[in-house]
């Protein structure tokens, strides 16, 4: 296969393997802060207010990024919760298998948001685009190096002082910056393919029940219309 850059040179982690000659290897602890977020319950959930995010939320809802919140909490409830940051890199700090432990999504929210307890926040404190943390964070090698940290037998576990440790590989700004419009652009349209194919399997299943329910010759074929 063909490469993209003309040098390359070991990076020095073997999740990673060889990166561009011209990028650099960064912990996680020289990007920013580790701490834990923490607050309230699921009780707390109302239809209007402020963004919430949830450590399960990471699991279920979020890839990478976070552009939008699941649940929401009122203004009288926030006191009991940490306020994030645009920016900010939220881990799940527990998880039922060793291989999804640390899931990971970086905030892009922009209007005051919250977590709740059982997440671990890195906030940064170096230029770096917060689009591309969020993807170079939850890559198959970062998952590898945060599936070798957990801890637990029933329920897997992981501190921000393991995920510290956690190496990425970092090119210039410029690159970081083009390198996450790509990955939204192609993560976009692989969403809209799954959603077509998700389509076209629910008008076979009307399809398949109608034939089923309708007498032979009679079969409505119009749920194959687009």
């Given at each position: 296969?063909?490469?993209?850059?003309?040098?390359?040179r070991?990076?020095?982690?073997?999740?990673?393997g060889?990166i561009?000659?011209?990028w650099?290897?960064?912990?996680?602890?020289?990007?920013g802060?580790?701490?834990k977020?923490?607050?309230?319950?699921k009780?707390?959930e109302?239809?209007?207010?402020?963004p919430?995010?949830?450590?399960?939320?990471?699991?279920t809802?979020h890839?990478?990024?976070?552009?939008?919140s699941?649940s929401?909490?009122?203004?009288?409830?926030?006191?009991?919760y940490t306020?994030?940051r645009y920016?900010?890199?939220?881990?799940?700090?527990s998880?039922?298998?060793?291989?999804?432990?640390?899931?990971?999504?970086?905030n892009?929210l922009r209007e005051?948001?919250?977590?709740?307890?059982d997440?671990i926040?890195?906030?940064s404190?170096v230029n770096?685009?917060?689009a591309f943390?969020?993807?170079?964070?939850d890559?198959g090698?970062?998952?590898?190096?945060?599936s070798c940290?957990?801890?637990?037998?029933?329920?897997?576990?992981?501190?921000?002082?393991?995920?510290?440790?956690l190496?990425?590989p970092?090119?210039?700004?410029?690159?970081?910056?083009?390198?996450?419009?790509?990955?939204?652009?192609e993560t976009?349209?692989?969403?809209?393919?799954?959603?077509k194919?998700?389509?076209?399997i629910?008008?076979?299943?009307?399809?398949?029940v109608?034939?089923?329910?309708?007498?032979i010759?009679?079969?409505?074929?119009?749920?194959?219309r687009?």
């Amino acid at each position: 296969m063909k490469q993209a850059y003309a040098d390359y040179r070991a990076s020095g982690c073997e999740s990673v393997g060889d990166i561009p000659a011209h990028w650099r290897m960064l912990e996680l602890g020289r990007v920013g802060s580790f701490f834990k977020g923490g607050g309230g319950t699921k009780e707390d959930e109302t239809d209007v207010g402020h963004p919430c995010v949830r450590y399960g939320d990471l699991y279920t809802r979020h890839e990478h990024c976070i552009t939008e919140s699941r649940s929401r909490i009122s203004s009288d409830r926030i006191g009991s919760y940490t306020e994030l940051r645009y920016g900010d890199l939220l881990f799940a700090g527990s998880g039922e298998t060793m291989e999804e432990i640390g899931k990971s999504a970086v905030n892009l929210l922009r209007e005051p948001a919250f977590c709740g307890g059982d997440v671990i926040i890195l906030r940064s404190d170096v230029n770096i685009d917060a689009a591309f943390l969020g993807y170079a964070a939850d890559c198959g090698p970062s998952r590898h190096q945060k599936s070798c940290m957990g801890r637990g037998v029933t329920v897997m576990h992981i501190y921000g002082s393991e995920l510290k440790y956690l190496a990425i590989p970092v090119p210039p700004l410029d690159e970081q910056r083009a390198i996450a419009a790509y990955l939204d652009r192609e993560t976009a349209r692989i969403d809209e393919l799954i959603s077509k194919q998700e389509l076209l399997i629910e008008r076979l299943d009307e399809y398949r029940v109608a034939l089923e329910a309708a007498p032979i010759g009679g079969a409505d074929f119009s749920v194959f219309r687009a």
